[in-house]
């Protein structure tokens, strides 16, 4: 049974700083991965897609990338600002037809 | 191209009452989803539909029944509601070829 767990659950760093979030699952056969920003109240937003072929892709200073043989995907964000508060979640798809698996996320404060 | 919309927002039932929530997606995506959050649980996948006329079931389906009569509406319907459906709903899809999954804005349900 895949599972996906996320490390920490809460993180707290000062504005500018550089930080990474991770990822891991227990299956390593997974058809891609996705990461989501989720701010309180709201709906989940699709922030990265990486296909299973993939090892990285990057969308301004998100940067998020794929090890399947160690079960690992981490996010990168660069110079952190205090719009990028928000919970963020990684999903894992075991193939393309079948449901989709969540981690609990992590909680990320950036102090202003 | 409004994406994935879901009626009501909110709502507020008494123990025992039924509803139907809805989900609608204007991308003629094959794949629709249902999941509930709740705090320290993360995102469970209550049923899904990978097309038209068929729906499967996720990891917390009891209490629930979905139904995919057209290909761009999903609904949820709770029987006989329970305090423990008190949560946020979210509906979601994603194409055929498996590609990013789209969230809908959630409902949030309170029983009494």
């Known amino acids: 049974k895949q599972e996906v767990t996320q490390i920490p659950a809460a993180l707290s760093v000062p504005e500018g700083e550089n930080l990474v979030l991770n990822c891991s699952f227990t299956?390593?056969?997974?058809?891609?991965l996705q990461w989501f920003r989720q701010d309180p109240g709201k709906g989940l937003t699709s922030l990265l897609l990486i296909q299973s072929s993939q090892r990285e892709q990057t969308s301004g200073r998100l940067n998020a990338s794929l090890d399947k043989s160690s079960g690992r995907s981490t996010l990168y964000i660069a110079a952190s600002q205090p719009g990028d508060s928000a919970t963020y979640l990684c999903a894992v798809y075991k193939n393309r037809d079948d449901k989709i698996i969540f981690g609990k996320g992590t909680r990320l404060h950036i102090l202003p | 191209n409004a994406g994935v919309t879901q009626t009501p927002k909110f709502r507020v039932l008494k123990t025992g009452q039924s509803m139907t929530l809805l989900c609608a997606q204007d991308m003629n995506h094959e794949y629709m989803y249902w999941y509930r959050q709740d705090p320290g649980m993360g995102l469970r996948l209550i049923h899904y539909?990978?097309?038209?006329?068929?729906?499967a079931k996720g990891e917390v389906p009891d209490g629930y029944n979905v139904s995919r009569l057209k290909k761009q509406n999903f609904l949820l319907g709770l029987e006989s509601a329970a305090p423990s459906q008190t949560s946020v709903y979210f509906c979601?899809?994603?194409?055929?070829?498996?590609?990013?999954?789209?969230f809908g804005p959630g409902t949030r349900l309170t029983v009494t």
């Open positions: 539909s990978v097309g038209e006329g068929t729906t």
């Open positions: 299956d390593s056969a997974i058809y891609n």
């Open positions: 979601a899809s994603r194409d055929y070829l498996g590609t990013e999954q789209y």
